[in-house]
């Protein structure tokens, strides 16, 4: 069957798509997005955790089909998906094609981070650098699951509390770090986006 | 395998009426694992997302009619006052990725008695609404599940809603795992005090072959604490009136060994909750008067 969606605000297609394949496999498989990463099958683990209309979702769990139609957030898209929300206009005003991420943009996402030698901030969201920058990235597997949960509690939960960050993050495994790096990270994203205000 | 996408409640009847093998994924949070082991391969999904009336609730004058689909995030921040046991219980499933997803509708189609709704449907008292094109009922909750993974549907119905008894006095659930995410019970507990009928209703999770009231329980509390005048002393429950009770719940278990935990672990800890959960709704019912709605909300 042929899947229409929308994937980090460009309209795309999937076509030849199995009736029993998941959200996830669409993403790696079909449009090329191997961000989103497949471990657990199974919900356990959170490292394909998508933005399904704006929520947060186990994408192994979403049946294709359902996301016909559908509005998805890759972490491929979480630089450009921050910096719209940022300037507070998601999608509105903007010219057709000139926000989102294309897919070829997508497919050839690399971590840029600020570059010591020149200053330059590459393609980042806060959390991205936050991340970099508190040392919360060991083998890097449940970073873009983690990534896309803890942006999205930023987003509704300015000012979270250590309980609150734990809570968001409660659906993703991480086995290298211990976690503590990546309370770090998102405390740190966190005050950052308190300064800006 | 074939995907059918109906936009209507009456598309979903009609298709469930034309293939009753027809499996209904809604939040696919137990649908997808098996597919994704290849333990299940469906001839047909049956998507409900599309039906939007499913997502919504209702509260009424006495109960609560919550759509099949409505997210257990939802019930945790919208329905705490009315729902306080099911909201304490539906922040107890798994992560916040799947409690965006998930809800009790698809709780009771697959019914398992580890189901983490269940033993709150059970204490607060409900009912299930199901439909099919030769029309609806409604089944009690007592008599919805029917055995392991089992529960009274016909081929041919599909799970509209849940009407679920406004808390009328304090509730509570707990669960026993390893930590406070990603836990399938080891063994669940819920309690209402249901004030305006001076009686108590129990819900066992996970500690039996389908999730159960511990009747005997019911009876013997009930008949304590009216004996002892409790409802309008307000007086505290006295230590042995509890520990009959918290006996008599674990004696409601009929558990078994498995890689959870083992039967023996699990009628002690159900035991240990119906005690704890005793003294704390009732601490709550005699502080509060138990018949405000603002101090009636589940911790969740």
Partial sequence: MRVNFTVNGRRQEADDVW??????????????LPGSKNACEQGECGSCTVRLDGVPVCSCLVAAGQAEGREIITVEGLADYAKHRDEAHPGDGCASGSCGTSLQRAQRWRAGGTDSGTGEAGELSPIQQAFIDAGAVQCGFCTPGLLV????????????????????????????????????????????????? | MDFLR??????????????????????????????????????????LNRIGELRDWVVGEENVELGASVPYTHIMEHLRAELPGLALASHTVASPQIRNRGGVGGNLGTASPAGDAHPALLAAGAEVEVESVRGA???????????????????????????????????????VGTRNAMVIAVCAFGLALHPETRTVRTGIGSAAPTPVRARDAETFLNAALDEGGFWDSGKIITPSVAKQFADLVAGACNPIDDVRGTAKYRRHA???????????????????????????????
């Fill in chain 2, 137 to 175: 009922r409604r089944i009690p909750i007592d008599a919805f599940y029917t055995g392991v993974k089992r529960n009274a549907l016909a081929p041919d119905e599909l799970i509209k809603s849940v009407h679920i008894k406004k808390a009328d006095g304090p509730q509570q659930y707990s669960k």
């Fill in chain 2, 270 to 300: 159900v035991g240990i909750m119906a005690r704890r959960q005793l003294g704390w709704t009732w601490e709550q019912y005699r502080t509060d008067g138990g018949g405000t709605g603002r101090t009636l909300e589940g911790a969740a």
């Fill in chain 2, 6 to 47: 109906p936009a209507s409640w009456e598309e979903a009847l009609a298709a469930k009426a034309e293939h009753p093998t027809a499996v209904p994924i809604a939040g696919g949070t137990d649908v997808m694992v098996e597919i994704n082991f290849d333990h299940r391969r469906p001839e047909y999904l049956l998507d």
């Fill in chain 1, 19 to 32: 009736e029993g394949e998941s959200l996830l496999y669409v993403l790696r498989e079909r449009m090329g």
């Fill in chain 1, 149 to 197: 949960a803890a942006d999205e509690m930023l987003e509704h939960n300015p000012s979270p509390s250590d309980a609150d960050i734990r809570e968001a993050l409660s659906g993703n495994l991480c086995r290298c770090t211990g976690y503590e790096k990546i309370l770090d990270a998102v405390r740190l994203a966190a005050a950052r986006q308190e300064e800006a205000v």
